[in-house]
């Protein structure tokens, strides 16, 4: 990759995670046997198989949900200062831990070490922290006190461990226990969360992880037993979880897909939109469901604002997800390979224009070098499809109502950013974009206090926060 000078290689070390050849389910506070056939959790930067990890049939869920079942009678009679405890415990464990757990992270995920070590895991802990907090104070907050009983949540691959904070650590606070399902080709996380919770001496029951392929989440999902279930990832997945838990009585809550409109305008901070930009498109590979991933700009800034930007991916550094000098890592998998790829002809194919960087990728293993594509229409499949990887499109705009038009014309509405020096202006945007998120000034923003969720088919129900609480809790 072409770089002003060079970096001597600064690889984090793999010797901090000690991973066996073969895990089972954690099921009542064990690690059990699953009754499908395991499957190989592979790194996706090298393509070395990492382990083998446990199927779930429907018989070992159910096993799963009956644990679950079991342990909420305690759990959710415990005073909340007491689950409290286990939260904080389950927070201080992850920061203690937090090498091994990034390391982990990067070598399942293939994301970047510096992204694994200063977002993900430290917003794993501040998770547990934060609804910690919340479990003594229920009342306080408006929903009640009562949680809802087992919930079954199925969680993706592109934050393996933080999507699994997201989903548990509210569970646990409002008293409720939990059957999670982690994706199939990120599965090791989850495992490790498992020992912490052994760690914590979390009752047994209170967690239970099932690995396994969409069967299991399936299972999990349609279990009878499951009172509220939680959802991140496709849409397409979403609908037939919102059909399969249709009238059911089962709480849902669906955290779906996303086309974001990163909005510039031409009074903003040049450099400062860029690295934005390069934050909203190109963290974790532009494997994130609010990403950045159509690029507005104000068509007067447009020549300079891109000049800026294509100077700025010159810089990136793309290969070893351990090296910490690394911006851009792996794809996660094949198959999300393919479809990036796909997708990427397909704009190419349409007429947009596209470019990389001069960029040496690694031969093995997954990868796809950051891409922009510039003289996209609102009609082309890149300005409307979640590509879901490091691949930005790039429309213009003249007036402010235009911007606001294009953004919102998405059948999405998960998040949207805005670059300008003017707050009235963001006030203004901000009150008509339909997005559940929107950042001013700065993007890709998380935070344990501040709800995230989305519009349309980004999905319902919001996670994070006070409001976090109510998809955990009888209202
Ligand atoms: P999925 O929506 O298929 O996967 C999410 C989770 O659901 C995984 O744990 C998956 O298991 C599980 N699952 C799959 N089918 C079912 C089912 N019928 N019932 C219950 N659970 C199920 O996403 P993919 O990994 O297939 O990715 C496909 C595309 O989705 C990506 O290319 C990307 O565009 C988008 N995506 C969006 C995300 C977001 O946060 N917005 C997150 C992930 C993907 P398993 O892993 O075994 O398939």
């Known amino acids: 990759m072409m770089a002003i000078f060079e970096y001597a290689p600064a690889p984090e070390s793999r010797d901090l995670v000690d991973i066996k050849a073969s895990y089972g389910l954690f099921i009542d506070g064990e690690f059990v ?23 779930a049939s429907a018989d070992d869920v159910d096993r799963a949900v009956r644990a679950a079942r079991k342990a909420f009678g305690g759990w959710s009679a415990l005073p909340g200062a007491e689950r409290a405890k286990y939260l904080f415990r389950i927070a201080r464990i992850i920061q203690e831990r937090a090498r091994e757990l990034a390391v982990l992270e990067s070598l399942d995920n293939g994301k970047p070490i510096r992204e694994s070590r200063d977002v993900d895991v430290p917003l794993v802990a ?9 479990a003594d104070k229920l009342e306080y907050a408006g929903f009640g006190t009562k949680p809802l009983g087992v919930a079954g949540q199925v969680i993706p691959w592109n934050f393996p461990l933080l999507m699994l904070a997201w989903k548990i650590a509210p569970a646990l606070a409002c008293g409720n226990t939990v059957v999670l399902k982690p994706a199939e080709t990120t599965p090791l996380s989850a495992l490790w969360f498992a020992d912490i919770c052994r ?13 396994g392929a969409g069967e299991t989440g399936a299972a999990v999902v349609g279990h009878p037993e499951v009172d509220k279930v939680a959802f991140t990832g496709s849409t397409e997945v979403g609908r037939i979880i919102a059909r399969a838990v249709a009238g059911t009585g089962k709480k849902l809550t669906l ?24 934050n909203g498109i190109f963290f974790n590979q532009g494997h994130v469901c609010c990403a950045g991933s159509r690029l507005l700009v104000q068509e007067s800034v447009q020549e300079e604002l891109l000049a800026s930007l294509k100077r700025r991916l010159a810089t990136l550094r793309v290969g070893d997800p351990l090296d910490k000098n690394t911006d851009v890592g792996a794809i996660n998998s094949a198959e999300q390979l393919a479809k990036i790829r796909e997708l990427s002809a397909v704009g190419e194919s349409e007429g947009a224009e596209r470019w990389s960087p001069a960029c040496e990728l690694p031969e093995r293993g997954f990868w796809f070098p950051p891409t922009i594509f510039t003289g996209v229409a609102q009609s082309h499949t890149i300005a409307r499809d979640e ?32 670059w300008t020096e003017k707050g009235s202006r963001i006030l203004w945007m901000a009150d008509k974009l339909r997005a559940g998120v929107v950042w001013a000034n700065t993007f890709n ?9 989305g519009y349309k088919e980004s999905g319902y129900g919001r996670e994070g926060g006070l409001h976090g609480l109510e998809a955990y809790l009888d209202v």
Request: hydrophobic share 45%; aromatic share 10%.
């Open 387 to 418: 590509i879901f990887g490091p691949v930005l499109s790039v429309l213009t705009f003249r007036t402010p109502a235009e911007a606001v038009e294009k953004a919102n014309n998405t059948p999405y509405g998960l998040s949207a950013g805005i």
């Open 199 to 211: 760690q914590a001496e979390l009752p047994p029951g209170v967690v239970n992880i099932v690995t």
């Open 445 to 453: 923003k998380f935070d344990p206090a501040s709800p995230f969720g």
């Open 33 to 55: 046997d699953g009754a499908g056939a395991p499957f190989k959790t592979v790194n996706p930067a090298t393509e070395e198989t990492l382990a083998e990890v446990a199927t």
């Open 255 to 278: 955290e779906l897909g996303g086309k974001a409109a990163n909005i510039v305008f031409e009074d903003a901070a040049i450099d400062q939109a860029v690295e934005g930009i390069v």
């Open 126 to 134: 501040a998770h547990f922290f934060y609804y910690a907090g919340w």
